[in-house]
Each structure stands twice: as C-alpha cells, then as structure tokens.
C-alpha cells in the first residue's frame, strides 16, 4: 500500500481555480491506478476522477467534466487535480485514493489506500 498526503486544499470563491497535489511513498507508485473522490457534509463520499498507470486514460464524474484535470507524474511519486470554474456544490473533503487493480474503476471499494482528506470550499 502507498501513504498518500493531500495538499493545496483552502477557501476560493466561485469561478476560480485551484489545484490539489498528493504525494505518495512507496517504490512503486507508478504501477497505482490513481483517484480522487470527495465527501460533502451529510453526503456518501463520492468518485472524482481517476488515471491510469502511464496516464493514458482518464475518467471523471460528470459533474465535474469539462472543469477538473486529473494527471501525475510518476517520477515525483505525486498525483494531481487541477480545479477549474469552481462552484459551491464543489464545496466538499477531497480524498486521494490509490488502486493496485488494473483496470480505472469508480467504486471505492476498488482503491485500498487513502490519504487524510484536504478541505475545498467554494463561496458564491
């Protein structure tokens, strides 16, 4: 399992950008599925987005489709996700997840390693 630390969380306001960075240890990060999911007050946490090994593919929610970019770099052990035209039901805990599995997949059960979480709030 990897150990995932989030960052770059904090407070913006509505249409502007932001950009989470989660850096892992481990040796083998680059053979991790990667992904991101988010949790709302009162709310199931739920899928963000998500890459593969070599980046080649990607997969996002549909909420955020269009507005966020998920990519990484293997070589700094870091995953991010790049948040454009933010709105106020963006407003959640962002979690860094990691997948020894193959394939991109959206259930949470999927990903066995989790980082701590970082805050998002978006004011309108």
């Known amino acids: 399992q990897l150990q995932l630390v989030e960052s770059g969380g904090g407070l913006v306001q509505a249409g502007n950008s932001l950009r989470l960075s989660c850096a892992a240890s481990?040796?083998?990060?680059?053979?991790?599925?990667l992904g991101w999911f988010r949790q709302a007050p009162g709310k199931e946490r739920e899928f963000v987005a998500a890459?593969?090994?070599?980046?080649?593919?990607?997969r996002y929610a549909d909420s955020v489709k269009g507005r966020f970019t998920i990519s990484r770099d293997n070589a700094k052990n870091t995953v991010y996700l790049q948040m454009d035209s933010l709105k106020p039901e963006d407003t959640a805990v962002y979690y860094c997840?990691?997948?020894?599995?193959?394939?991109?997949?959206?259930?949470?059960?999927?990903?066995?390693?989790w980082g701590q979480g970082t805050q998002v709030t978006v004011s309108s």
């Open positions: 481990g040796r083998t990060f680059g053979s991790y599925v």
């Open positions: 997840a990691a997948s020894s599995g193959f394939y991109i997949y959206t259930g949470r059960s999927y990903y066995n390693s």
């Open positions: 890459i593969a090994q070599s980046a080649g593919s990607t």
